[in-house]
Structures are given as C-alpha cells and as structure tokens.
C-alpha cells in the first residue's frame, strides 16, 4: 500500500481502490485482535488468581451406608 501511495505523483481509480480495499483489511484485522484481547482480559479478570472453580470439600465416608442388605 506504501509502495502505491509513496510510488506514484498521481494515483489512478484502480491504484485507490486497492489502497482503500487494505486499509479496511487492515482495520479490520486490528478490530479482530482488539475485540479477542479485550475478551482475553475480561476471562482473565473474571478468573482471578484462583487456579480451581470452587473447591468442594468431600464429605466424610460412612461405610455403613454402602452396605447392601442381602
């Protein structure tokens, strides 16, 4: 796009389009990668420091609960 745009004194139709065609490529690429580092920062924030869900403490066995009666 440079090489267009810094190439040439006076650009035609064409050499334009090209010119406007990647720039809205480039934008949008740079809205793409925004858009995901912005939800990349919200889950991460969301998560904090905690490396578990929500620790759940197992209660207790009672093995005369498992018998089955014969």
């Known amino acids: 796009m440079l ?3 810094l190439g040439n004194e006076s650009l035609s139709r064409e050499q334009q389009q090209v010119i406007y065609q990647l720039l809205g490529v480039l934008f949008s690429v740079w809205f793409l990668v925004g858009a995901i580092a912005i939800g990349c920062i919200v889950v991460t924030i969301m ?4 490396y578990v869900a929500d620790p759940y403490e197992l209660p207790t066995e009672n093995k005369s ?3 089955y009666p014969n």
């Open 65 to 67: 609960l498992e018998q």
């Open 47 to 50: 998560k904090g420091p905690a």
């Open 3 to 5: 090489i267009i745009y």
